[in-house]
């Protein structure tokens, strides 16, 4: 069965890491939010580095654009493999955790996920303005794409993180 073919109910039964997990109402609603992306990778040097980006979801990954060149670039040619967390600060907080291999395409000019990210977060009149800009700079950008391998959803509620539900069980 396909995540597609996969209702609500179904979603809730499946295990951490099942990218059906995908569909998931607190899934969709976090990849269509305005809660930045915390993105996970190693650097050059052999250490973790986290850092927030904007996102666009297109429907079958997760795109984090970003200016060439930049650290976190050279690090995800070397080492394309990448986790990001999108998550709330409410109470109780929901958590979507994504993996995957990034893959890395590099363009002249603006991405069209940048100026959809910069109106989805800041509203169109600021993602015009940034997107100006970055074209009267003569922006070289890079487009992180991540099509989820392992997906995982936490919301307190129906799903909660493996040691909690293991010691309620």
Sequence with gaps: MTPQERGPADALRLPQGDVGLLETEVAQRL???????????????????????????????????????????TALRAKPDLAVTIDTTAAPPEVLLLRGRAELTEVDG??????LAQRRYYGAEQAEAA???????????VR???????VGVIDFQTRLPAPLSKALA
């Design 110 to 115: 603006v991405l069209e996920e940048y100026v």
């Design 31 to 73: 990849l269509a939010s305005r809660e930045l992306a915390r993105i996970a990778y190693v650097a050059h040097d052999g250490t973790p580095r986290v850092l927030p980006m904007l996102f666009h979801w297109t429907g079958e990954e997760l795109v984090l654009p970003t200016f060439a060149p930049s650290a976190k670039v």
């Design 144 to 150: 992180i794409a991540l099509r989820p391998a392992w």
């Design 131 to 141: 997107t100006a800009d970055a074209r009267r700079m003569g922006a070289r950008m």
